[in-house]
């Protein structure tokens, strides 16, 4: 991943943003909107590699691949949430971002829930 892209555009659209918002401000919270969408799926794009070698040691280790799968679920939620919170926060609706942020983490819960149910069973296990 090539830092300088993800600054440049950052800087680009922070600029361009600046200069909308004197004449159109609801065109300025959509160019920030975009560029942090871009930016995420530039991203996203990038962890490529990552993800498989994530994937890969946990096959090394014996650990299911479903963990690794919640894991990135509730990551790509995390950035979501938070890429949304924060365009909701500029737009000055700080409320709607606070839903969004608490939207997030319920999701994060129930996506974790089979996690949850398994650790209880080992738990129970050792227990008795």
């Known amino acids: 991943m090539n830092i300088f892209t993800v600054v440049g555009l950052a800087v680009t659209a922070a600029i361009l943003a600046v200069l909308l918002r004197q004449y159109k401000p609801e065109y300025a919270m959509l160019t ?3 560029a942090g969408i871009m930016i995420l799926v530039y991203v996203v794009v990038a962890s490529k590699p990552v993800i498989s070698e994530a994937s890969a040691l946990l096959g090394k280790a014996n650990i299911k691949s479903s963990y690794g799968m919640i894991l990135l679920k509730s990551l790509g939620i995390c950035f979501v949430a938070q890429l949304a919170s924060d365009a909701c926060r500029d737009a000055g609706e700080s409320a709607i971002a606070s ?3 608490l939207a997030g983490k319920f999701a994060v819960i129930i996506i974790a829930l089979p996690l949850f149910e398994q650790v209880a ?3 129970i296990k050792l227990l008795s």
């Open 32 to 34: 920030g909107l975009a």
């Open 99 to 101: 839903k969004i942020e």
């Open 121 to 123: 069973e080992l738990a």
